[in-house]
């Protein structure tokens, strides 16, 4: 599976942004689906993850401010983040992997396929 994220940018503290992901190739409504991010010289962090059952997992840092959600129609994973601050400034990868146990969805290492990536700047 191809995974094409988009969304990112720059936006105010306090400001919302909607990331996307579109997936191409594979059988879509049986994925897990995750955005990880990457802030510059730190490792890379557990965002959110949604199963293929609707079922969504976040990072205590995001918890309360980000929604993931998933359109298996289009094919395609949402990160809606809202009350953005400086600290999430980072690089937002999302990721998909068809045969993850629960116990894993917060490792990167699970996952299978990354997008490349999009820019989430949080600036005044």
């Known amino acids: 599976v191809q995974l094409q994220a988009s969304g990112g940018g720059l936006v105010q503290p306090g400001g919302s942004l909607r990331l996307s992901c579109a997936a191409s190739?594979?059988?879509?409504?049986?994925?897990?689906l995750g955005w990880f991010r990457q802030a510059p010289g730190k490792e890379r962090e557990f965002v959110a993850t949604?199963?293929?059952?609707?079922?969504?997992y976040y990072g205590d840092s995001v918890k309360g401010r980000f929604t993931i959600s998933r359109d298996n129609a289009k094919k395609t994973v949402y990160l809606q983040m809202n009350s953005l601050g400086p600290e999430d400034t980072a690089v937002y990868y999302c990721?998909?992997?068809?045969?993850?146990?629960?116990?894993?969805?917060?490792?990167?290492?699970?996952?299978?396929?990354w997008g490349q990536g999009t820019l989430v700047t949080v600036s005044s």
């Open positions: 990721a998909a992997d068809g045969s993850l146990i629960l116990s894993t969805i917060r490792d990167d290492h699970q996952y299978d396929y």
């Open positions: 190739g594979g059988t879509f409504t049986r994925y897990t």
């Open positions: 949604i199963r293929s059952t609707g079922h969504t």
